[in-house]
């Protein structure tokens, strides 16, 4: 792969084949896109140095090393978290952002024919009541689908009821744990024993995904990464909204005006 040669021949390059390689290792996506004449301008040197650097990491030349890099990306397996740090420009922040949330939610694509989509639904659709049981990261996600799911008519909320309110099995509970880190996953037990349905949205290895009756692995792995929060919310909420408009379907809403209704937090 060619990212990895320009990695490992990194300490062997000159000062200015290094520029040209930090160029392509910050943003690998980008630099397929870049002329070899915005590729030297971007890394302050001249094009034979491109070149030339092309050519070290085994290429014939610059079109070639682009095509290689393009063949890579286009074939990657999984996702990648891109790091931010504060040396960044604004533009390249945004980009990486950008360019996380897209992958989490390409690779989640490719793996939905893999779901009990339809069973998840009709669940949630013929539920007696639904308790959407989240952490910190998923809060916001989850107080949207509780919002949604009540203007639908159906009895929702964003805790476990009481004792005295125990759960059966026309209830279900939906946890969402991307992370590991979710309360929902020390929650197992007391769900488990009153009864109801457990839906995990959680990678499969977690012991809430192990326990559940049903799983939607959003994430293949746990997201360990210092910003977890800005990385995942996009798919949660993808994941929301395809749900809620999911169920107002099987409900009988058809018209967009009417979906869209169910997003809005009635006083």
């Avoid at 002329?35 to 034979?48: G, L, T």
């Avoid at 694509?109 to 009709?122: F, I």
Wanted: contains cysteine.
């Amino acid at each position: 792969m060619i990212l990895e040669r320009i990695q490992e021949q990194a300490q062997g390059l000159s000062k200015s084949e290094r520029r040209v390689a930090d160029v392509i290792l910050n943003e690998p996506h980008a630099a397929i896109r870049l002329s070899i004449a915005k590729m030297a301008e971007q890394a302050d040197v001249s094009q034979p140095t491109v070149n030339r650097f092309s050519r070290r990491v085994g290429c014939l030349g610059y079109p070639d090393l682009k095509l290689k890099l393009a063949q890579q990306l286009a074939s990657s397996d999984g996702y990648k978290i891109r790091e931010i740090s504060e040396d960044l420009t604004g533009e390249s922040i945004f980009a990486r952002m950008l360019e996380s949330h897209l992958a989490l939610a390409q690779d989640a694509h490719q793996r939905v024919g893999q779901w009990p989509v339809v069973k998840m639904v009709d669940w949630i659709t013929a539920a007696h009541r639904v308790i959407i049981l989240a952490g910190e990261i998923e809060s916001i996600v989850a107080e949207r689908l509780v919002t949604a799911l009540r203007n639908q008519g159906i009895q929702a909320s964003l805790s476990l009821p009481t004792a005295r309110e125990a759960l059966g099995n026309n209830d279900v509970v939906v946890a969402l744990d991307l992370t590991g880190a979710s309360h929902s996953n020390t929650m197992l037990e007391p769900y488990r024993v009153r009864g109801a349905r457990l839906i995990a949205v959680a990678p499969n290895d977690l012991d809430l995904a192990q326990n559940a009756d049903l799983v939607i692995p959003l994430v293949e792995t746990v997201i360990d990464h210092e910003a977890s929060y800005w990385i995942t919310q996009a798919l949660l909420i993808l994941f929301a909204d395809s749900l809620i408009i999911a169920t107002s379907a099987r409900r009988g809403r058809t018209s967009i005006n009417q979906t869209a209704a169910l997003f809005q937090n009635r006083a």
